[in-house]
C-alpha cells in the first residue's frame, strides 16, 4: 500500500488532473483496466522484476538514460505514466485496446521509453533508453500493445507485450544482470522474436477510472 500512496503522491504532485472518482479504489482492485494516464509499474512475467529507470547513462552505444530490471518494488524510479502517441483523439482515462500505438513517459525524470539499433550492452540485442522530454518525442518512443489471450483491453495483472513500431523488436528481459553501474538488476533490451521473456504485467500504481463521456 505504501507504494500506492507515493505513487499518488507523484501523480498530484506533478499535475497531472484526476478523475472524481477515488484512485485509491483502484489502487487495490485487481484486473482494472490501464487507460491513459495511469501510473504504473510494468512487471517483467517471468523474473517479477520492474521496468525501472535512473540518472544513469549508458557507457556504450546511445549513451542514453539506462533502462533495467529492478528486483524491488518501492522505488520511485519505476513509475511510468501511460500516454497516447502525438496527433490522435486518445484522451485521459480512455482504455487502451489490443494493437494500439502508445508511449510510456518516466515518472521521475520524464523522459520516454525509447529503442534504436544500438546494441544492448550485455546481450548485444537492441538497445532500450529513457531519452526526450515532454516536448521532445518521437517515433523511437511508439510501442504497439499486444494483449495474451482473448481480452480486448489491457488490464492490470494480463499479459502483454510491448513492440516497438520503428525496429520491431519485442520489449524484453532476462536473468542476465549488470555488476558495476546497476549492479544487481537485469538488462532490458528489445528482440525481435516473441519470446516467454517479452511478457510483462501492469502491476503497482494508479488506475484512472474508464473516461465515461463520449
Known amino acids: 500500500m505504501a507504494a500506492g500512496f507515493f505513487a499518488l503522491a507523484l501523480f498530484l504532485y506533478l499535475g497531472l488532473e484526476l478523475p472524481n472518482a477515488s484512485p485509491s479504489s483502484a489502487m487495490a482492485a485487481e484486473g482494472v483496466e490501464v487507460t491513459y494516464g495511469s501510473v504504473i509499474k510494468l512487471m517483467h512475467e517471468k523474473t517479477k522484476f520492474r521496468l525501472h529507470s535512473h540518472d544513469v547513462p549508458y557507457g556504450s ?6 533502462v533495467t530490471g529492478f528486483q524491488g518494488v518501492d522505488d520511485s524510479n519505476s513509475y511510468w505514466v501511460v500516454k497516447p502517441v502525438p496527433d490522435t483523439s486518445a484522451k485521459q482515462g480512455d482504455a487502451i485496446t489490443h494493437g494500439t500505438v502508445l508511449r510510456l513517459q518516466h515518472m521521475r525524470s520524464r523522459k520516454w521509453l525509447h529503442s534504436h539499433l544500438h546494441a544492448s ?9 529513457c531519452f ?40 524484453h528481459s532476462h536473468d542476465k544482470k549488470y555488476t558495476r553501474i546497476a549492479g544487481g538488476q537485469q538488462e532490458v533490451c528489445g528482440v525481435r522474436e516473441k519470446r516467454a521473456d517479452n511478457v510483462w504485467l ?7 477510472p474508464v473516461n465515461s463521456s463520449k
Open 202 to 208: 501492469a502491476g503497482e500504481g494508479v488506475y484512472l
Open 132 to 171: 526526450g522530454s515532454d516536448q521532445d518525442s518521437d517515433t523511437g518512443d511508439h510501442w504497439r500493445l499486444e494483449i495474451e489471450g482473448s481480452g480486448k483491453t489491457w488490464k492490470q495483472d494480463q499479459k502483454v507485450r510491448f513492440k516497438h513500431v520503428d525496429t520491431q523488436g519485442y520489449l
Open 121 to 129: 550492452p550485455i546481450s548485444g540485442n537492441l538497445e532500450v533508453s
Open 61 to 66: 552505444g546511445s549513451g542514453q538514460q539506462s
